[in-house]
């Protein structure tokens, strides 16, 4: 399913990097009319970069090489590889998109760890089960990297074959990006500190 790429100057009250093209979420959105915040938007040049990307004005904006073809699936693929992940934007992106086209683009590839990540997701938000068999017995990838989101316990989606280690459901599922000020509590170990002042104090008590 290809998106209608007609490129705006403005995009959710922000100006569109010049000779930049909508990509990721931003795309999906603005393509498809879906009604739905883009916090941290992304776009692609015309030409070459220093670094590959930069930051411009409350966008990312990534050189040329970057660019992900014309059709929904390159987009959701853009924003699952590059962006922060969003479930909000991709539960609405299913919903505009329906079921075949997510069907085609599992059954292209059905053991690659983008395609079964997004077959998960898909399953999960909606609750619709695709007309796809399960997915043969290749190493299982985690739904989000737990380098880079606060994640919980995983649990394997034989379907899938991917790791459940979100934080919610598919109807509701809050998002924790691991950002220095977060890795910073984690290594103070506030609950164990706060932990162990109880015990002291129910000690002395009793």
């Given at each position: 399913?290809?998106?209608?790429?007609?490129?705006?100057?403005?995009?959710?009250?922000?100006l569109v990097p010049k000779e930049a093209r909508l990509?990721?979420?931003?795309?999906?959105?603005?393509?498809?009319?879906?009604?739905?915040?883009?916090?941290?938007?992304?776009?692609?040049?015309?030409?070459?970069?220093?670094?590959?990307?930069?930051?411009?004005?409350?966008?990312?904006?990534?050189?040329?090489?970057?660019?992900?073809?014309?059709?929904?699936?390159?987009?959701?693929?853009?924003?699952?590889?590059?962006?922060?992940?969003?479930?909000?934007?991709?539960k609405r992106v299913f919903d505009a998109v329906g079921?075949?086209?997510?069907?085609?683009?599992?059954?292209?590839?059905?053991?690659?760890?983008?395609?079964?990540?997004?077959?998960?997701?898909?399953?999960?938000?909606?609750?619709?089960?695709?007309?796809?068999?399960?997915?043969?017995?290749?190493?299982?990838?985690?739904?989000?990297?737990?380098?880079?989101?606060?994640?919980?316990?995983?649990?394997?989606?034989?379907?899938?074959?991917?790791?459940?280690?979100?934080?919610?459901?598919?109807?509701?599922?809050?998002?924790?990006?691991?950002?220095?000020?977060?890795e910073g509590y984690r290594e103070r170990r506030l609950?164990?500190?706060?932990?162990?002042?109880?015990?002291?104090?129910?000690?002395?008590?009793?």
């Open positions: 399913m290809e998106l209608n790429l007609e490129m705006p100057p403005v995009f959710q009250n922000r990509a990721g979420w931003a795309a999906l959105v603005h393509g498809l009319g879906i009604a739905a915040p883009v916090r941290a938007a992304s776009a692609v040049a015309g030409g070459y970069i220093k670094g590959s990307q930069r930051k411009e004005a409350g966008w990312t904006v990534f050189e040329k090489r970057y660019w992900p073809g014309r059709h929904v699936a390159d987009h959701i693929g853009f924003a699952l590889r590059h962006e922060w992940f969003d479930p909000l934007v991709l079921p075949d086209t997510i069907s085609a683009f599992v059954r292209e590839t059905p053991t690659g760890t983008l395609t079964r990540r997004v077959w998960f997701f898909y399953e999960s938000m909606t609750g619709r089960r695709l007309p796809i068999d399960d997915a043969p017995m290749v190493t299982a990838v985690d739904a989000l990297d737990p380098k880079s989101y606060v994640t919980s316990n995983a649990v394997l989606s034989k379907r899938h074959r991917v790791r459940d280690n979100l934080l919610g459901t598919g109807g509701y599922c809050p998002v924790i990006r691991r950002t220095e000020a977060i609950a164990h500190k706060a932990a162990k002042t109880i015990a002291c104090i129910s000690h002395t008590m009793g």
